[in-house]
């Protein structure tokens, strides 16, 4: 069971506006920044979002962080195929002394 | 270019012990925290060890406690994992990352080397 709560999957037609949500608590999302992973199928895990809402060089504007509390969302505009992926958030957790990380959503582009 | 290598990963039974290590490249590696992350086959991440850029502090999570020790060679770039005791449970890709405190996020990521464990 992880400590971050993920919808397990999502859906999207290209060209369409899928967000993706993460779902906390005060001692993870409410206190600490939130991180944001694409994970293409078979390879490792790659950040796309970091400190809720920044963009590592190279990563394109379709994608956006927010964090409201003790929730956290990613969205992806102007959706494309190789887009489908897995999504997988993280926040440093304070009870924990470490990363706690949600399930993972896995988008299918239709 | 930032690189990460793992290695180390193999089939072991339960009980067993393996070593895994990360070697480092491109970047001042005694100047980052570091991170060991694992993913059980169709599972989502699991956070399982933290070493501070000193080596001074660390942290693993409560299902490895006891078991698996982090540690770090800061002269020879390189970043280790002692899994003793070792369970079923345990089987998974495990990933070496860059980052993974409060304030550094897990930016950089090894491709992963596959821990089994089975009879």
């Known amino acids: 069971q992880s400590v971050l709560t993920q919808p397990p999957s999502a859906s999207g037609t290209p060209g369409q506006r899928v967000t993706f949500s993460c779902s906390g608590s005060n001692s993870n999302i409410g206190s600490n920044y939130v991180s944001w992973f694409q994970q293409l199928p078979g390879t490792a895990p790659k950040l796309l979002i970091y400190?809720?809402?920044q963009r590592p060089s190279g990563v394109p504007d379709r994608f956006s962080g927010s964090k409201s509390g003790t929730s956290a969302s990613l969205a992806i505009s102007g959706l494309r195929s190789e887009d489908e992926a897995d999504y997988h958030c993280?926040?440093?957790?304070?009870?924990?002394?470490?990363?706690?990380f949600g399930g993972g959503t896995k988008l299918t582009v239709l | 270019q930032v690189q990460l290598v793992e290695s180390g990963g193999g089939l072991v039974k339960p009980g067993g012990s393996l070593r895994l290590s990360c070697a480092v490249s491109g970047f001042t590696f005694s100047d980052y925290d570091m991170s060991w992350i694992r993913q059980a086959p169709g599972k989502g991440l699991e956070w399982v060890s933290y070493?501070?850029?000193?080596?001074?502090?660390?942290n693993h999570a409560d299902s490895v406690k006891g078991r698996i020790t982090i540690s770090r060679d800061n002269a020879k770039n390189s970043l280790d994992l002692q899994m003793n005791s070792l369970r079923a449970e345990d089987t998974a890709v495990y990933y070496c990352?860059?980052?993974?405190?409060?304030?550094?996020?897990?930016?950089?990521w090894g491709q992963g080397t596959l821990v089994t464990v089975s009879s």
């Open positions: 993280a926040a440093w957790d304070d009870s924990l002394s470490g990363q706690v």
């Open positions: 400190r809720n809402n």
């Open positions: 070493i501070s850029s000193s080596g001074s502090f660390m």
């Open positions: 990352a860059r980052g993974g405190s409060t304030w550094s996020s897990l930016d950089y």
